[in-house]
């Protein structure tokens, strides 16, 4: 025979799982962004500068 538990501690688990998920999917997001704007922004290679700084700019964006 089996016990059975009463009560929301089944869900507690789920609930910092949701919170960490929730988490996950802002910062990774966030450092993609961080990568293009500063990784390829300010990367030495012309082609990347270039179109990291054209898009930049027609975000207005300001990089200069």
Known sequence: MQAQTIGSDRHAGSRTSARSETLI?????????????????????????????????????PCH
């Not at 990568?35 to 898009?55: E, K, M, Q, R, Y």
């Open 25 to 61: 999917a802002a910062v990774m997001p966030a450092l993609l962004g961080a990568f293009v704007i500063w990784g390829v922004g300010f990367s030495p290679i012309a082609a990347l500068h270039n179109a990291a700084h054209d898009t930049r700019h027609s975000m207005a964006f």
